[in-house]
T-cell receptor, first 112, second 114 residues
Framework: AQSVTQPDIHITVSEGASLELRCNYS??????LFWYVQSPGQGLQLLLK??????LVQGIKGFEAEFKRSQSSFNLRKPSVHWSDAAEYFC??????????FGAGTRLTVKP | EPEVTQTPSHQVTQMGQEVILRCVPI?????FYWYRQILGQKVEFLVS????????KSEIFDDQFSVERPDGSNFTLKIRSTKLEDSAMYFC????????????FGPGTRLTVT
């Protein structure tokens, strides 16, 4: 069965610093991979997705992610974090079936 | 931009009562989903629905839960007899195709069972 692991429960970065959030997945075939962001009390907003093709995908709000099949990873990056990026970030895998499996999330705190 | 809507935004109910959570998916979408997120925990898949029937469900989705698409626009989740542990945020999502494609999430309904 597919699964997603986000090793970092909580990350703190300074505003303007670079960011990388880790995501590892387990699935037998090429999965469909997603990053969602959730601000406090809000729903889930899709940042970016990978289905096939170029392994470096660009998303909204200046985020990008790179699919690395050999490492079963789909890490999220941003070169310069803004205070408004503070939120919970979820990596998810969809397997071409109906359901989507989410990681436990990484909470991002941005220091001024 | 079309979006998924959910009502109510917050529902408080007493243990043992029935609740119905409502969702209006994006109009041309064919696949519908319910997820839940217990406070501080991960988002968990409950059920998917296509062509007027359940296509997949998780172990969480037991006989207390049911889903329905009563008309051409609404998609509902019913919890027949709520338990304290049903307190969570419930998200509805829809997609144009099978889950291999993007799912659009609603803002959620916070259910509090007292």
């Amino acid at each position: 069965a597919q699964s997603v692991t986000q090793p970092d429960i909580h990350i703190t970065v300074s505003e303007g610093a670079s960011l990388e959030l880790r995501c590892n997945y387990s699935y037998g075939a090429t999965p469909y991979l997603f990053w969602y962001v959730q601000s406090p009390g809000q729903g889930l907003q899709l940042l970016l997705k990978y289905f096939s093709g170029d392994t470096l995908v660009q998303g909204i709000k200046g985020f990008e992610a790179e699919f690395k099949r050999s490492q079963s990873s789909f890490n999220l990056r941003k070169p310069s974090v803004h205070w408004s990026d503070a939120a919970e970030y979820f990596c998810a895998v969809g397997a071409g079936r109906s359901d989507m499996r989410f990681g436990a999330g990484t909470r991002l705190t941005v220091k001024p | 931009e079309p979006e998924v809507t959910q009502t109510p935004s917050h529902q408080v109910t007493q243990m043992g009562q029935e609740v119905i959570l409502r969702c209006v998916p994006i109009s041309n979408h064919l696949y519908f989903y319910w997820y839940r997120q217990i406070l501080g925990q991960k988002v968990e898949f409950l059920v998917s629905f296509y062509n007027n029937e359940i296509s997949e469900k998780s172990e969480i989705f037991d006989d207390q839960f049911s889903v329905e698409r009563p008309d051409g626009s609404n998609f509902t989740l019913k919890i027949r007899s709520t338990k304290l542990e049903d307190s969570a945020m419930y998200f509805c999502a829809s997609s144009a195709r099978d889950g291999s494609y993007e799912q659009y999430f609603g803002p959620g309904t916070r259910l509090t069972v007292t």
